[in-house]
């Protein structure tokens, strides 16, 4: 009898992991993206009965799509070519050094690409990646360097009522240490949580890389949640399994900007920062750069450098909160307690190109002192990764 439970047991047990193990015998046999010599690629797609399989990604030329915020550039579309076997090709023209992503689109279905696991989401979509070293694009590669660490924190906000998460990347060498660090507040755009710059932005790799060359000075950098409704990222809340969306409640409302201090009182009484205005910086993109702008003037004496990534610059139509009123009196003192980096970058066919331009205007017009870069391309992750290796180098010089 004992024999026989054993055995039974011994069956369950190989059945089990048979079917724990199962993933692993499912692999394509494909190889898609291939990346040749002269950085061309080859994608790949297995779909004998497919009537139509084309590719969209951001290698490709773009494409104008109006929408009600303005024309934003979507990647490109290209046709992939059916062979014998019903495996359907595209190779590109060599590419310059990025990180890319892309989609297929099969009899007019989107699908990720089977025979690539590398995968990324911004905020409902989800694209595959892959990357074309040299260049700045080296930053974004996980190289043979001193590594930061990168944590999911949790905060009280007393301000908003509510516990909530940021991440937060220390150099290396902080855990074993005693030096104290400035920090830079890092703050992502409509539809981004705190994962997007850590995750969509490569600001790790970015970081590690920068540090160990030698290019920026060591620093902590705090990577908000900037929705005020959201605890964090979608599937990560006790809300569960929410469909990630842009459409958020209190979205630029004033809430983000009102609870800040909770978030800068948090980090200086858990980490080893430098709690003073000279040696914390703050800059976002889009929304997170409309959350800088306006954060940075309604508290003029905490943040020394700010940082403008294809921001959106005034408040929607019926925003009321107290943090929009009085905008130039507010950017007045700002500008009179001497800041010492002022710093906006978009590129040229951004949708929020225009605004950025009379904001610079009003900003020459007082003769208020900024940098500026301008970059080609519109509003996307490309340019916000440029920008971030160019703004961090510029901090805590002084």
């Known amino acids: 009898m004992k024999k026989i439970v054993l055995l039974s047991l011994l069956f369950v047990l190989a059945a089990v992991s048979a079917h724990a193990q199962q993933a692993i015998w499912g692999v394509m046999p494909l190889v898609s993206p291939e ?23 951001d290698f490709l030329p773009a494409r104008p799509i109006p929408t009600e915020y303005g024309t934003f550039d979507a990647p490109g579309e290209a046709e992939l070519t059916r062979n014998s076997e019903g495996v359907w090709e595209f190779t590109t023209a060599p590419l310059a050094p990025e990180l890319y992503s892309y989609s297929f689109i099969v009899d007019g279905l ?9 995968q990324i989401r911004d905020t409902s979509t989800i694209t595959n990646v892959f990357l074309i070293g040299g260049d700045y694009a080296d930053y974004f590669k996980v190289n ?33 240490g ?23 932005g490569r600001a790790t790799q970015i970081l590690d890389n920068m540090i160990a060359r030698g290019e920026m000075e060591p620093m ?20 569960g399994f929410v469909a990630p969306t842009t459409q958020l409640p209190s979205t630029m ?64 139509e019926g925003a009321t909160s107290p943090v929009y009123a009085d905008f130039d009196a507010k950017l007045a003192r700002q500008f009179a307690a001497q800041p010492a980096l002022y ?20 900003l ?34 002084k």
């Not at 990346?35 to 990604?57: E, L, M």
């Not at 004033?254 to 040696?279: C, L, Q, W």
């Not at 997170?288 to 921001?311: C, E, N, R, T």
């Not at 710093?343 to 009003?362: E, P, T, V």
């Open 110 to 118: 989107r699908m990720p690409d089977p025979c690539n696991v590398f």
């Open 35 to 57: 990346v040749h010599a002269d950085n061309s690629v080859t994608f790949r797609f297995s779909a004998p009965q497919a009537q139509s399989v084309r590719i969209t990604g």
């Open 343 to 362: 710093w906006i970058a978009i590129g040229d066919k951004d949708f929020l190109y225009s605004a950025n331009k009379d904001f610079r205007a009003m």
């Open 253 to 316: 409302n004033g809430m983000f900007e009102t609870h800040f201090p909770d978030v800068v009182n948090f980090v200086d009484s858990h980490y080893r920062t430098i709690p003073d205005k000279a040696h914390r910086a703050i800059g976002g993109l889009s929304m997170g750069g409309f959350h800088s702008l306006h954060i940075s003037k309604q508290y003029p004496d905490m943040f020394d450098y700010v940082g403008l990534f294809s921001a959106a610059i005034m408040p929607r």
């Open 144 to 176: 043979d360097v001193p590594h930061g660490t990168v944590s999911k924190v949790w905060y009280h906000s007393p301000v908003l009522g509510m516990d909530r998460r940021m991440t937060v990347y220390t150099p290396a060498g902080y855990e074993n």
């Open 364 to 397: 020459d017009s007082h003769n208020y002192p900024y940098e500026y870069m301008e970059s080609p391309d519109g509003h996307i992750w490309k340019n916000w990764r440029i920008y971030l290796t160019k703004f961090m180098p510029k901090l805590f010089k």
């Open 178 to 200: 005693d030096k104290s660090y400035p920090v830079f507040y890092l703050l992502h755009g409509m539809g981004g949580d705190e994962n997007a710059w850590s995750e969509l």
């Open 220 to 239: 902590i950098v705090v990577m908000t949640n900037g929705n005020v409704d959201m605890q964090a990222a979608p599937g990560e809340t006790s809300a």
